[in-house]
Nanobody
């Protein structure tokens, strides 16, 4: 069973930075796509950033230019570097990975990002 474990969430001031990490129990290079979603209270879960196995990335318009997704397959880890954080970024952040071989997505348990001065 594939497991995704997030870390790095916490309290950050507006304008500050935070880096989220997601480590997989299996080889991250085997996933067709890995990325991050987030969900704020009362809102739907939304895609934040995604990286495909060929290195291409997608970002939500709201985070373009501020967030950066990266993968380190040697460490089976995907990162989300969050810079110039805004109050609207406050949410639970979920790592996900899509396995084409298994035809399914896997999700982490979520890590909370709180933006407050």
């Amino acid at each position: 069973q594939v497991q995704l474990v997030e870390s790095g969430g916490g309290l950050v001031q507006p304008g500050g930075s935070l880096r989220l990490s997601c480590t997989t129990s299996g080889s991250s290079s085997s996933f067709y796509a890995m990325g991050w979603h987030r969900q704020a209270p009362g809102k739907q879960r939304e895609l934040v950033a995604r990286m495909w196995s060929n290195g291409l990335t997608n970002y939500a318009d709201s985070v373009k230019g501020r967030f950066t997704i990266s993968r380190d397959n040697a460490k089976n880890t995907v990162y989300l570097q969050m810079d110039s954080v805004k109050p609207d970024d406050m949410a639970a952040y979920y790592c996900y990975a899509y396995s084409a071989a298994h035809g399914r997505e896997y999700w982490g348990q979520g890590t909370q990002v709180t933006v407050s001065s």
